[in-house]
Every structure is written in structure tokens, then in C-alpha cells.
């Protein structure tokens, strides 16, 4: 949703941070009152746990990188893969069968 507007309301409890989209679509932020939240800060603050949340919803967000840090790691990763054809090594293992004589 592109963002057409921002409207900034306090309230008693702090304040409201409305983000607007086209149509009739907003996101709304409500924040705290604190001692260092003014109308001036209440947009960065908002739109950063906005940026949090998301972050936090999506985990590590291909859309936030740089395509050259997504290059680099697509890189690696074929590296550690390669080649992929190499066969699965078997491992085997022995387990000592109890004696039956032992104890007797």
C-alpha cells in the first residue's frame, strides 16, 4: 500500500500516527505517552516499530536487503552445495550385542 498521507493526533494516553493509503485504507500506530515523544518525533518513532514489527513478521526480509548482499549470499550457498551430485556417505555403526553367557 503506498502511503498518500500521515496524520498525527495526540491523545491522553500520547499519541496516534495514521498512515494513509489510497482509498479509504490507513494504519494506525498508537504511542505512549513518554517524556521524549513530541509531535515532531512521533512520525520516526511510529513508522519505526512499524519497521520492527514487520521485521519481526517476516524475519529476514529479502525485500530489505541490497542486491548485492542477496547476490553474495546466493553465491555461497551454491558453493556450499557444489557439486551436488556427490554421493551421501554412509556411516556404520556397531552396537555391542550383550553377551549371552555373561552373567550366567
Known amino acids: 500500500m ?3 498521507d500521515i496524520m498525527v493526533y ?5 499519541f496516534v500516527v495514521e498512515f494513509g493509503g489510497e482509498g479509504e485504507d490507513r494504519i494506525a500506530v498508537t504511542l505512549r505517552e513518554a517524556p521524549e515523544l513530541t509531535n515532531d518525533n512521533a512520525i520516526a518513532k511510529a513508522k519505526a516499530i512499524l519497521s ?13 536487503k541490497d542486491a548485492a548482499l542477496l547476490e ?24 555391542p550385542m ?3 553367557n555373561a552373567g550366567h
Open 52 to 64: 520492527s514489527a514487520l521485521e519481526t513478521v517476516h524475519g529476514d526480509s529479502v525485500r530489505g
Open 10 to 14: 495526540q491523545t491522553d494516553e500520547g
Open 72 to 95: 553474495e549470499e546466493l553465491n555461497e550457498g551454491l558453493e556450499d552445495s557444489f557439486p551436488a551430485s556427490d554421493p551421501v556417505s554412509v556411516t556404520v555403526s556397531s552396537i
Open 2 to 4: 503506498p502511503l498518500s
Open 98 to 100: 550383550r553377551d549371552p
